[in-house]
């Protein structure tokens, strides 16, 4: 499926967009990257919540200070 999908930017998105261009190649590679890279971490979440819901069922409550340290450790380099 192709075509044209019409946005609205704030001065800043635009600012950042133009940034990442000569990367990318263009625009539209620089947000299907995005689009991208933001379903990726969408599921490396959905990863880990199964993740923590197996590991309570086998093992009790998850430690809310391990999950905060792990998600800054794996989600926030």
């Given at each position: 499926?192709?075509?044209t999908?019409t946005?609205r930017?704030?001065?800043?998105?635009r600012?950042?967009?133009a940034?990442?261009?000569?990367?990318?190649?263009?625009q539209s590679?620089v947000i299907?990257?995005g689009i991208?890279r933001?379903?990726?971490e969408?599921?490396q979440r959905?990863?880990?919540?199964?993740?923590?819901?197996?590991?309570?069922?086998e093992?009790?409550?998850?430690?809310?200070?391990?999950?905060?340290e792990m998600r800054?450790?794996?989600?926030?380099?």
């Open positions: 499926m192709s075509g999908t946005i930017l704030s001065d800043e998105d600012r950042l967009l940034q990442l261009v000569p990367e990318y190649g263009d590679s299907r990257h991208r933001l379903a990726e969408q599921a959905a990863a880990l919540r199964s993740l923590l819901h197996d590991w309570e069922a093992s009790g409550p998850v430690d809310e200070d391990m999950v905060a800054q450790r794996y989600f926030n380099r």
